[in-house]
């Protein structure tokens, strides 16, 4: 192990997630709910939110939500369930009657989506923050060799293979389990990297998995004892029956190695960066993957740094690049002292953390949407390799403001969720916009209300970070302050609002508090509602709980 992954290995180990030989931490205590009856085969059908975006070109529409507009007011909390530890990741999927969720502790679940009596739960080696995707595993040929190769699946029947959730950790590793009994049938470290993590969801297509790397490195290049930095970000395609990886490109085209010495010292790395925050986007028409990039952790210019980049399904050949923004080269070094004298021009935070959306236009046209924390929504043309169709500077009234992961788009409009660019404590508010997707007119924009936090004024934001979602007649969008709303589709206006932030009576008897909402956003199947409160990242407010609601709790 080279010098400075030895110096982020130690890093990763003092935050707890792994131990200093990479082992996981401690398991937390079962739950003590079970369903009364064993769980059955899960099939993929119509009726289901799988992954992050529902669909594969990861729009956040339900167009079935089993419910109607005219009754989202009358949402109430059905159950509550309470994760172990506090601060949750992870956003709920639900498919064939089974939600499906990741925890900060590691642990994933799967529960009855009408009840939340738990089915079974598997301990990954750290924290899961990223959305399950369900698949039905195909050609057992594949299983057969898989069998042989690992003793632990000799369960499997081959001429009935199973259906398999997949996510991935904060330490790298994709795993893949047997939705119905929640056992292992493969574990791939997607990056050798000791601080890479997967915080985007996996996309899945065919009989392959798409899994985007991000690291942590961009928390530790803030000190300037680290020797930063020597991540790249990726995206990685791995074969669902066995977990192999079938190709990997960078976006970092080159190995980083010793370039310059900072100021304190310590000698420097790069290029890196330009981590992949968010689930990729599948384009089957034109065969190609979508993902949106974060910036360069150094100060070395990188093409596909807060950029959307198409790469081929097949191989992972890159077929364009659209890099936003005349400044690309704000430095996570640049920042904290460690660089030599900054840029003249440092730049802007231009990172991209939400996932594209790519939506259908009059005449048989497609628009690739794509939103940044420089608070710009981007209509891009994917026949011309993104060129900008349309871009809009949010102005939300209440200061700067950008997108993290908050996009969502119906036929008509994509909504923009945003929170605040500034620090915190002196910007405190969002909001939600609607542009109209072929024109890239704002609709309506309604600034954040701004009720004072139930657990006080510390670490209250009103910033809207959550990712959108949104149904007939009706968008949900969560705020840091843990209120969740629903506005009309219309006009903006608020037919619905919830304070997720306080405690509830768990049906698995664990102590459950709400808080803030953030990252992944409320899903919708079979005239049920489900979010997770209490993200606890940044500047949010931690808790533990999954709520499901329906019209009048019933």
Not at 46 to 58: I, T, V
Not at 266 to 277: H, L, N
Not at 497 to 515: E, L, M, P, Q, R
């Amino acid at each position: 192990m080279t010098k400075p992954f030895k110096q982020a290995w130690a890093a990763l180990a003092a935050t707890g997630l792994v131990t200093a030989a990479g082992l996981p931490g401690p398991a937390v205590a079962l739950d003590a709910n079970p369903c009364p009856n064993p769980a059955g085969p899960v099939a993929v059908g119509a009726a289901q939110w799988n992954g992050w975006g529902r669909d594969l070109e990861n729009s956040r529409y339900q167009p079935e939500p089993a419910i109607r507009a005219a009754d989202v007011p009358k949402l109430r909390l059905k159950w509550a369930y309470g994760y172990q530890g506090n601060g949750v990741y992870g956003q709920p999927t639900v498919v064939d009657g089974r939600l499906f969720v990741t925890s900060s502790s590691g642990r994933v679940y799967a529960l009855d989506a009408r009840t939340g009596c738990t089915y079974w739960t598997f301990d990954a080696a750290a924290a899961a923050r990223t959305a399950v995707t369900v698949g039905e595993l195909a050609e057992p040929r594949k299983l057969r060799l898989l069998q042989k190769l690992t003793r632990h699946n000799a369960h499997i029947d081959v001429d009935k293979p199973p259906s398999a959730v997949f996510f991935g950790d904060d330490s790298g590793a994709v795993y893949a389990l047997d939705a119905q009994r929640g056992s292992l049938l493969w574990k791939t470290q997607a990056d050798a990297h000791p601080l890479a993590r997967i915080t985007g969801s996996p996309s899945l297509y065919r009989d392959r998995l798409y899994v985007p790397l991000s690291s942590s490195e961009e928390d530790l290049a803030a000190n300037p004892a680290y020797g930063c930095c020597t991540f790249r970000g990726s995206l990685v395609a791995l074969d669902i029956a066995s977990g192999q990886i079938l190709w990997k490109t960078y976006t970092a085209t080159q190995e980083a190695k010793p370039y310059r010495t900072g100021q304190t010292g310590v000698q420097q790395y790069g290029p890196a960066g330009m981590a992949v925050w968010s689930a990729p986007t599948i384009d089957t028409e034109r065969g190609l993957v979508y993902v949106a990039t974060g910036k360069s952790t150094t100060g070395i210019a990188q093409p596909m740094a807060d950029a959307i980049v198409a790469l081929d399904l097949r191989d992972g050949g890159l077929r364009w690049t659209k890099q936003a923004g005349p400044e690309n080269n704000e430095t996570a070094t640049c920042k904290s002292g460690a660089e030599p004298p900054c840029p003249e021009a440092p730049g802007f935070n231009g990172d991209f953390s939400a996932s594209p959306i790519l939506r259908g236009v009059p005449a048989g046209r497609q628009i690739l949407l794509a939103g940044q924390k420089s608070g710009v929504v981007y209509g891009l043309n994917p026949d011309r390799e993104g060129d900008v169709l349309w871009q809009d500077k949010i102005d939300i009234g209440n200061g700067p403001v950008g997108v993290l992961w908050g996009l969502a788009a119906d036929y008509r409009n994509v909504y923009a969720a945003v929170a605040p660019a500034g620090t915190p404590a002196t910007n405190i508010s969002g909001g939600l916009v609607a542009i109209e997707i072929s024109s890239g007119r704002v609709r309506w924009t309604v600034p954040a209300p701004t009720p004072m936090c139930s657990w006080g004024p510390l670490d209250c934001s009103h910033g809207q970070a959550q990712a959108v979602t949104v149904m007939p007649g009706i968008v949900f969008s969560g705020s840091v302050d843990g209120h969740l709303r629903a506005y009309s589709t219309i006009d903006g206006k608020i037919v619905w609002d919830f304070d997720t932030a306080k405690a509830y009576a768990a049906v698995n008897g664990v102590t459950t508090s709400g808080g803030s909402l953030d990252h992944g956003g409320p899903t919708i199947v079979n005239g049920m509602l489900y979010v997770n409160s209490g993200y606890g990242k940044s500047a949010g407010h931690p808790g533990n709980a999954l709520l499901a609601f329906s019209v009048d709790g019933k």
